[in-house]
């Protein structure tokens, strides 16, 4: 069974903490995404990899940044949590050459930010 | 830029009656792919389906049908006899052809009761 699977479900930090949000998929995906998920605004795109060590902003990158040291995982980092990214974060994964357009979701994680 | 608008927050339901989720959306582009994904209360984002902009034949998998009408950028989805396990979050989204960037609706909240 193919999978995503993001480290914590649920995490709760101090404002300023420095915060990693670890993503991995067993898929061999070349693409990895993530966004951030809140009520009314839908899914938007922080970050995007289309290969190890490659990266790409997406809409809203302020805040974050993000590693891909190894294909299978991709990380989230807030350098300085604060309280406007409390969010559901969500991590995908996409073939590049498949060309299904499919994106394989894990199941988030729901950060709180006091 | 793209834009896609879910107008419908919450749709609540009797089982086996039928439910439609409004989409529409807005683009520049001239080819595009438009999705609809499933989110169960487990979190997981799960694809749906994808159409091709270029594509306009409605498509039905089981229970599951999609109108998609280019003339009113519209791409609507119907659940026929719908069930419990129905109960979701159901986002519509639109990528350019060229681009890896999928935009998000808001989502729209279906409960179905017993």
Same mark, same amino acid.
């Given at each position: 069974?193919?999978?995503?699977?993001?480290?914590?479900?649920?995490?709760?930090?101090?404002?300023?903490?420095?915060?990693?949000?670890?993503?991995? $998929?067993?898929?061999?995906?070349?693409?990895?995404?993530?966004?951030?998920?809140?009520?009314?605004?839908?899914?938007?795109?922080?970050?995007?990899?289309?290969?190890?060590?490659?990266?790409?902003?997406?809409?809203? +990158?302020?805040?974050?940044?993000?590693?891909?040291?190894?294909?299978?995982?991709?990380?989230?980092?807030?350098?300085?949590?604060?309280?406007?990214?409390?969010?559901?974060?969500?991590?995908?994964?996409?073939?590049?050459?498949?060309?299904?357009?499919?994106?394989?979701?894990?199941?988030?994680?729901?950060?709180?930010?006091? | 830029? $793209?834009?896609?608008? $879910?107008?419908?927050?919450?749709?609540?339901?009797?089982?086996?009656?039928?439910?439609?989720?409004?989409?529409?959306?807005?683009?520049?582009?001239?080819?595009?792919?438009?999705?609809?994904?499933?989110?169960?209360?487990?979190?997981?984002?799960?694809?749906?389906?994808?159409? !091709?902009?270029?594509?306009?034949?409605?498509?039905?998998?089981?229970?599951?049908?999609?109108?998609?009408?280019?003339?009113?950028?519209?791409? !609507?989805?119907?659940?026929?006899?719908?069930?419990?396990?129905?109960?979701?979050?159901?986002?519509?989204?639109?990528? +350019? =052809?060229?681009?890896?960037?999928?935009?998000?609706?808001?989502?729209? =909240?279906?409960?179905?009761?017993?």
């Amino acid at each position: 069974d193919v999978k995503v699977t993001q480290s914590s479900r649920y995490l709760v930090k101090r404002t300023g903490e420095k915060v990693f949000l670890e993503c991995v $998929q067993d898929m061999d995906h070349e693409n990895m995404f993530w966004y951030r998920q809140d009520p009314g605004l839908g899914l938007r795109l922080i970050y995007f990899s289309y290969d190890v060590k490659m990266k790409e902003k997406g809409d809203i +990158p302020e805040g974050y940044s993000v590693s891909r040291e190894k294909k299978e995982r991709f990380s989230l980092i807030l350098e300085s949590a604060s309280t406007n990214q409390t969010s559901m974060y969500l991590c995908a994964s996409e073939s590049g050459t498949a060309n299904t357009g499919e994106l394989f979701f894990g199941e988030g994680s729901r950060l709180t930010v006091l | 830029a $793209q834009k896609v608008t $879910q107008a419908q927050t919450e749709i609540s339901v009797v089982e086996k009656e039928d439910v439609t989720l409004d989409c529409v959306y807005e683009t520049r582009d001239t080819t595009y792919y438009l999705f609809w994904y499933k989110q169960p209360p487990s979190g997981e984002l799960v694809f749906l389906i994808r159409r !091709n902009s270029f594509d306009e034949q409605n498509e039905i998998s089981g229970r599951y049908s999609w109108n998609f009408q280019k003339s009113t950028s519209s791409f !609507n989805f119907t659940i026929t006899a719908s069930q419990v396990v129905d109960s979701a979050v159901y986002f519509c989204a639109l990528q +350019p =052809t060229n681009d890896y960037k999928l935009s998000f609706g808001a989502g729209t =909240t279906v409960t179905v009761r017993a």
